[in-house]
């Protein structure tokens, strides 16, 4: 079965935006990024206890963090960051998930044994809170190609990883290569999708992320989506993203953008062959 999650910040700001955008779009889970804007990593336990309550109380279940954790450049002491890894470690529990998001460095493409030497640490840390760090293709850091992402995953025992086809297509790789590598040993998915030509961020399958690919080759197995849909500026993209956002389509709002993502990558999954049932999708 798939299971659908979100990026449900990019809908709205508050929590209960973004359960109401969860809610309408029968989306079970959430990938807990900016809540009520301020960044997940940087809300307190005391916050986090309410807000797990909340979602509880919504029958949201959280996913992942969706954490900064790694998104920072790499140097010789990274003390700071283990600590705020901790915190974020912390919050997963409170949240009940054992996943959190993170990247592998800027300015770190000829750091290669720094990286591995780091990320060993933070996995290590991690899984002392019972956590899986689940690594990003992002741009512009350590591992942004198909070639350094397997670099670390051969490198560092215990590191899982998230593939984005659009992430992918961003920093040149070419996406069939990056599929055949990664696609089977993915612990989870970011759907987005980007024109290659243009790099005008879209709908799922209506760029060259290959989604409906991506979707068949998971056949009956249980995976879940994560929609990370970048069709608008939402607040707290400046903090993720030092890049301009380019899109095609144009929206009224974030709520429109939103849902006009989910519809389009629930049009792939039913073109795929996939039925809606029991909160989630099946062939």
């Known amino acids: 079965m798939i299971k659908l ?19 309408r779009n029968a989306i079970p889970y959430i990938e807990l990024r900016g809540l009520d804007g301020v960044n997940i990593g940087d809300i307190t336990e005391e916050q986090a206890h309410i807000y797990a309550a909340r979602l ?15 998104k920072v450049s790499l140097c010789e002491d990274m003390t700071a960051h283990m600590e705020k890894l901790h915190h974020v470690c912390r919050l997963a529990r409170i949240f009940g998930t054992d996943k959190v998001r993170m990247f592998s ?3 770190a493409s000829d750091k290669e044994a720094l990286v591995v030497r780091t990320l060993t640490e933070m996995v290590r840390i ?3 809170y019972g956590v899986i760090l689940c690594h ?18 051969e490198q560092v025992e ?10 992918f ?32 961020l879209v709908p799922a399958g209506h760029g060259d992320g290959r989604i409906g690919a991506l979707i068949e080759r998971i056949g009956e197995e249980d995976r879940v989506l994560t929609l990370e849909p970048h069709l608008r500026v939402f607040d707290g993209y400046a903090e993720i993203d030092g890049t301009e956002m380019k899109n095609k389509f144009s929206f009224a709002d974030n709520n429109e953008a939103f849902d ?24």
């Open 260 to 283: 006009a993502a989910v519809s389009a990558l629930k049009g792939v999954l039913l073109a795929c062959g996939y039925q809606y049932k029991d909160g989630g999708y099946i062939k």
């Open 126 to 128: 991690a899984q002392g």
């Open 158 to 167: 215990g590191l899982c990883t998230v593939y984005d086809p659009a992430n």
């Open 56 to 70: 509880r109380e919504a029958d949201i279940r959280v996913w992942s963090i969706g954490s900064p954790i790694g």
């Open 105 to 107: 460095f800027f300015d």
């Open 169 to 200: 297509i961003e920093v040149g790789e070419d996406i069939g290569v990056a599929m055949d590598a990664l696609h089977s040993m993915s612990t989870y998915f970011h759907i987005k999708d980007v024109i290659a030509e243009t790099g005008e």
């Open 5 to 23: 999650a979100a990026f449900a910040d990019e809908a709205d700001a508050s929590l209960e935006g973004q359960l109401a955008a969860l809610k």
């Open 136 to 153: 990003e293709n992002e741009k512009k850091i350590f591992g942004d190609t198909v070639e350094r992402v397997l670099c670390l995953t």
